[in-house]
């Protein structure tokens, strides 16, 4: 049973450009919803998360929005960069601690 | 600060031999996790200990796996014997014990089993 579910699988953006990437997720037990960001060669390393008290979060160019009632999350990059260039992951997390990914997004972003 | 170190990171190893891959978490966390990152199946969560306690082994994908924590400063993922469908990215990662902290997660041990 996947409890995350992350789309699309693969983006390409022209730079300036927005990409957005969405997930959902089936517990509603879930109180925590990271994004992580991982280069190649790298482990994945935190980028922004959002609590389900709030509906967006913004960091510079990088933006959460959360549906709690439809169980969604997404991440918009504003003015995206060629240095964005990376496999993005949702997860979600709860009372454990332990967190649970997404797929992965792989995007590319065009000079 | 030193984050997550994981050794070895490259490991090539014939089918049938023994791997461990072992682990410093950040010191003063409390929680270390293994994923298993692969193209087909993403990044699964393997095994997660608490206070060096295992918590939930249920991602731990046969009796071939195990893993160890013996202090709060160690941990080691183990495959015996090794086959060529467990070649895939290790990472360790550690966090502050609860919910909603971030899990900062080592660059990976690449193991390939031939």
């Known amino acids: 049973q996947q409890q995350v579910k992350q789309s699309p699988q693969s983006l390409i953006v022209q730079k300036g450009g927005i990409s957005i990437i969405n997930c959902a997720y089936e517990?509603?037990?879930?109180?925590?919803f990271p994004w992580y960001q991982q280069f190649p060669g790298k482990g994945p390393a935190l980028l922004i998360a959002?609590?389900?008290?709030?509906s967006e979060k913004k960091e510079g160019r990088f933006t959460i929005s959360f549906n709690k009632s439809a169980k969604q999350f997404s991440l918009h990059i504003m003015d995206s960069q060629p240095g964005d260039s990376a496999t993005y992951f949702c997860?979600?997390?709860?009372?454990?601690?332990?967190?649970?990914f997404g797929q992965g997004t792989t995007l590319q972003v065009k000079p | 600060d030193a984050g997550v170190i994981q050794s070895p990171r490259h490991e090539v190893t014939e089918m049938g031999q023994e791997v461990t891959l072992r682990c410093k978490p950040i010191?003063?966390?409390?929680?270390l996790f293994w994923y298993r990152q692969t193209m087909m199946r993403g990044l699964e969560l393997l095994i997660y200990?608490?206070?060096?306690?295992?918590?939930?082994d249920s991602g731990m994908p046969e009796d071939r796996f195990s893993a160890k924590m013996p202090n709060a400063s160690f941990s080691t993922l183990k495959i015996q014997p090794s086959e060529p469908r467990d070649s895939a990215v290790y990472f360790c990662?550690?966090?502050?014990?609860?919910?909603?902290?971030?899990?900062?997660f080592g660059e990976g041990s690449w193991l390939t089993v031939v």
């Open positions: 990662a550690s966090s502050p014990q609860g919910t909603g902290n971030t899990i900062y």
């Open positions: 517990n509603t037990a879930f109180d925590y």
């Open positions: 959002i609590r389900p008290d709030v």
């Open positions: 997860a979600v997390g709860g009372n454990t601690g332990k967190l649970i």
């Open positions: 010191s003063g966390h409390n929680s």
């Open positions: 200990f608490n206070n060096n306690v295992p918590i939930d």
